[in-house]
């Protein structure tokens, strides 16, 4: 699955175009290095998200196949560190 909609589908970014968007920013990093919204997520990658103030890391756990409602939407990551600036 594309990270930008990995994003959108666990809750982790509002919406597509503004994961899109901090993909392009440099904003997102995926297994430590600058990442693409198309590149390809997997279970037991890290991503790391630059919120400004806050520097959220997760891993990825299950990549879904379909539309998930909220509850199911958390348990596609484990949060490693959640700090804030």
């Known amino acids: ?23 392009v920013n440099g904003r997102i990093l995926l297994n430590s290095r600058p990442a693409k919204p198309a590149a390809e997520v997997k279970p ?8 400004g103030p806050r520097l959220l890391t997760v891993e990825v ?9 909220k509850a199911a939407a958390a348990d596609l990551y484990r949060i490693l560190e959640d700090r804030r600036l």
């Open 1 to 23: 699955m594309r990270l930008d909609l990995f994003l959108r589908v666990s809750r982790l970014v509002k919406r597509r175009t503004v994961a899109k968007e901090a993909c």
């Open 44 to 51: 037991g990658d890290t991503i790391t998200l630059d919120y």
């Open 61 to 69: 756990l299950a990549v879904p196949t379909g539309p998930l409602s």
